[in-house]
């Protein structure tokens, strides 16, 4: 189980967001990827590995954490920034689960 | 570039079941990857509902398990799925998807399709 934290987060563009993503027993930082989503948009890679940005993802947003514990970051918020993220973990039972997710909205 | 489209009814009546196609466009699912299928209930968040590899190998949810079948048609470079028996628990946002290197995350999607299941 993954659980995100907070579930909304109120913030102005340039401010550092920080959004946590808590598993239920430790695991492997190779298996846990972020996402971003905005309306009516598909959600996009934005970190897989825990840390590895994928590709065409902006240096702003950094993933970081082991074992249960792990966080994304976006160091100074631009307004397209403004969406829900997700994590994701593969392994166990089903194969890949995604957290509930954390709302980032403009303050 | 690789790009999936996701096809099929939107509109489902209980108890029947769903189908979709993924059409993908820059790629051969014949060559290699994990391709599949997740889906998002409206306000709610993602649930991932199967994958296959190119071999044939295919893995599912097990809450989705007795329902759901993913098959792929490499002369038409799509697959498919089908979900007996919908409820409006079914009602979701249908994404089709290409795992990353290594098939631990998503990395393609489409651009989703909107399916209601109801009378």
């Known amino acids: 189980v993954l659980t995100q934290s907070p579930g909304t987060l109120s913030l102005s563009p340039g401010e550092r967001a920080t959004l946590s993503c808590r598993a239920s027993q430790s695991v492997s930082s190779s298996y846990l990827a972020w996402y971003q989503q905005k309306p009516a948009q598909p959600p996009r890679l934005l970190i897989y590995?825990?840390?590895s940005r994928a590709a065409g993802i902006p240096e702003r947003f950094s993933g970081s954490g082991s074992g249960t514990d792990f966080t994304l970051t976006i160091t100074r918020l631009e307004p397209e920034d403004f969406a829900v993220y997700y994590c994701q973990l593969y392994g166990s039972s089903p194969l890949y689960t995604f957290g509930q997710g954390t709302k980032l909205e403009i303050e | 570039q690789v790009q999936l489209q996701e096809s099929g009814p939107g509109l489902v009546k209980p108890s029947e079941t769903l189908s979709l196609t993924c059409a993908v466009s820059g790629y051969s699912i014949s060559r290699a990857y994990y391709w599949g299928w997740i889906r998002q209930p409206p306000g709610k968040g993602l649930e991932w509902i199967g994958s296959?590899?190119?071999?044939?190998?295919?893995d599912y949810n097990p809450s989705l398990k007795r329902r759901v079948t993913i098959s792929v048609d490499t002369s038409k470079n799509q697959f498919s799925l089908k979900v007996t028996s919908v409820t409006a628990t079914d009602t979701a946002v249908y994404y089709c998807?290409?795992?990353?290197?290594?098939?631990?995350?998503?990395?393609?999607w489409g651009r989703g399709t909107l399916v209601t299941v109801s009378s």
């Open positions: 590995g825990a840390s």
């Open positions: 998807v290409r795992l990353g290197a290594g098939w631990l995350y998503f990395e393609v």
């Open positions: 296959f590899y190119h071999n044939g190998d295919t």
